[in-house]
């Protein structure tokens, strides 16, 4: 795996969600219920950036069309959605939150 540095463990409350740019990409840092989380941050309906949107049990909503998302799994759970959001894997050292965002 190739682990980038994302950002720190208090950029983020509960149930926050932040645009993260990390190898070329546009990312989502998520944390819910003390874990941390990482997508991409554009919903595969229409272009919109999910870190404006709202985050709540582990799901994140679209701001444009209210698609909805697992941040766990990516899956979309309703429409306009119908692609999955690919998501990353995340671990914590120490402080820092980093991200494996290899193709």
Known sequence: MNWTKIATTDALEDDEVMAVDAAGKQLALYRSEGEFFVSDNVCTHAYALLSDGYLEDGCIECPLHQARFDIR???????????????????????????????
């Open 73 to 103: 799994s990516g899956k979309a759970l309703c429409a306009p959605a119908t692609h999955d959001i690919r998501v990353y894997p995340v671990k914590v050292e120490g402080s820092d939150i980093l991200a494996d965002v290899s193709e």
